[in-house]
């Protein structure tokens, strides 16, 4: 039987929902676009600054679009135990190992390459975008407000199943797809579990700032870290670790965040 939960301060969306909420957020890159593309032709040189500006943008413009079509609200800013933090960031380069592995197995066109690499400048401007920006606007969207509110509505298993896959399409291609669904089941999962988005915004942040720290060492955003492994053994060996590590983590995390459950203010309804 489908559970549903309900608060005074939230209310619950279905799948179609967060489908319409996915759309919308994409939709939003069009005006976004537009203004970016309008400011490059005014100041070239700052295309970092203007992708930064695009990129909120995009977000803002889509919170404020689903606060107040679907009057949804984020209120999971609690504070979590600072236990968890440490076992976070384990579990999100474990998984980061895990997901890149998996998309290796996946061509890259030549010309998506190239796009990747074009998207996001690496100077101080093209890092607050993906190291601080997108952490706290994606998670404030994707686990604040749909996570949650999907929580309202479907038991936990499902709910953040799909915000994870609502997660993963949203950034529109097959490759980060894959990184977003692992790592976002895992960002939806602890916030199921601590009812506050400040552990997805770490791990997020942790993820992407690796990311890119990663690229600006090497001089291309497209580098993974699996190719320093150093032979197909080292590489068994890694991911092996990593698979153990990540569900080591789980089982921490669990006795960490026990006393968490259920969430706070929510009723169950039959």
Known sequence: MEQTFETSSNHSISI?????????????????SLVTATLLKV?????????????????????????????????????VKAALFPIALVMTFALSIISESICSLI?????????????????????L??????????EWLFRGI???????????????????????????????FIAAFIIGCAMGWLFWR?????????????????????????????????????????YAIVLIACVVAAFGCIKAAQKITAEEQPMPGDRLLS
């Open 16 to 32: 179609k929902q967060t489908l319409a909420i996915l759309g919308v957020t994409i939709a939003m890159t069009i005006p976004a």
């Open 43 to 79: 100041a070239p040189a700052s295309k970092s600054l203007v992708t930064m500006l695009g990129y909120i943008l995009q977000f803002a413009g889509a919170l404020a679009i689903v606060y107040f079509i679907w009057n949804l609200k984020v209120t999971d800013f609690k504070k």
């Open 107 to 127: 061509p890259m066109p030549d010309f998506v390459a190239r796009i990747f690499s074009e998207a996001i400048t690496l100077d101080f401007a093209g890092y």
């Open 129 to 138: 975008t993906v190291g601080i920006i997108a952490p706290f606007l994606e």
């Open 146 to 176: 749909i996570l949650a509110a999907l929580l309202r509505r479907y038991e936990p298993r499902k709910a953040i199943i799909w915000s994870a896959v609502i997660f993963g399409l949203a950034h529109l291609n097959p490759w980060q």
């Open 194 to 234: 601590t009812r506050s988005i400040w552990i997805g915004i770490f791990m997020h942040w942790a993820n992407n700032t690796a990311g890119f720290l990663l690229g600006y060492l090497s001089g291309d955003m497209n580098a993974s870290v699996c190719d320093y492994f150093g032979g197909p053994m080292n």
